[in-house]
Each structure stands twice: as C-alpha cells, then as structure tokens.
C-alpha cells in the first residue's frame, strides 16, 4: 500500500522561504510523476507543481512559476517544494501526489495517491 507522508509546513512571514519534503513508502519501483497541489480555506484544490519520473521535466501553475521549486530524489523516494518569496495567497494545506504514470500531469486525475497535507501559513 503506498503512502505518501509530507513535512515541512509552518507559520513563515511573507517574503519567506520553506522547504516541503514528501516521503513515500510501498512502491514498487520509480516511475511515477509526482506533483504538489494545495487548498485554501474555501476554494477548491489546485495544481501548484509537478515533475516527471526522471526529475528531467518540471510544471509549475502560473501563481507560483519563479518562485517555487520541485526536485525529487528516487533513491530515498522523496520529493520536494521549495517554495521562496511566500506570499499570504500561499497560504493552504499542501498536499504530495504520486502520479498513475511517468508522464507530468497538473490535473488531479493524473494522480492516483495522496498525502494527508502538510499546513503553510503566510502572515503578511
């Protein structure tokens, strides 16, 4: 059974930087794309990054595009969202998704596992 556990989250002030980190358990093998989504109070949940199963090939929504950054590690089966220049439109519950494939995806469709999120809060 795969299970995806994230960590890193917290209370930052806008301008700040955070580092999310993902660790999965129970796969078998490493190609799968991995991706970030998150969900602010009262909105639905939203695509924020994603990398393919290589780690050659990232996507990042629009809001966060030069400000965060996906890498992952397949030998340690970890992937992370370093995230600078938070702003309080940040602020959500971020959530680790493995993907059904190797390819990137920014829909939830694409993904198939999920984590139980990790909170990020900014205060401007």
């Known amino acids: 059974q795969v299970q995806l556990v994230e960590s890193g989250g917290g209370l930052v002030q806008a301008g700040g930087s955070l580092r999310l980190s993902c660790a999965a358990s129970g796969l078998t093998g490493s190609i799968y794309a991995k991706g970030w989504f998150r969900q602010a109070p009262g909105k639905e949940r939203e695509f924020v990054a994603g990398?393919?199963?290589?780690?050659?090939?990232?996507y990042y929504a629009d809001s966060v595009k030069g400000r965060f950054s996906v890498s992952r590690d397949n030998a340690k089966n970890m992937v992370y969202l370093q995230m600078n220049s938070l702003k309080p439109e940040d602020t959500a519950v971020y959530y680790c998704?493995?993907?059904?494939?190797?390819?990137?995806?920014?829909?939830?469709?694409?993904?198939?596992?999920w984590g139980q999120g990790t909170q990020v809060t900014v205060s401007s």
């Open positions: 990398i393919n199963w290589s780690g050659s090939n990232t």
């Open positions: 998704a493995l993907g059904l494939g190797a390819g990137l995806g920014s829909t939830q469709s694409h993904f198939g596992s």
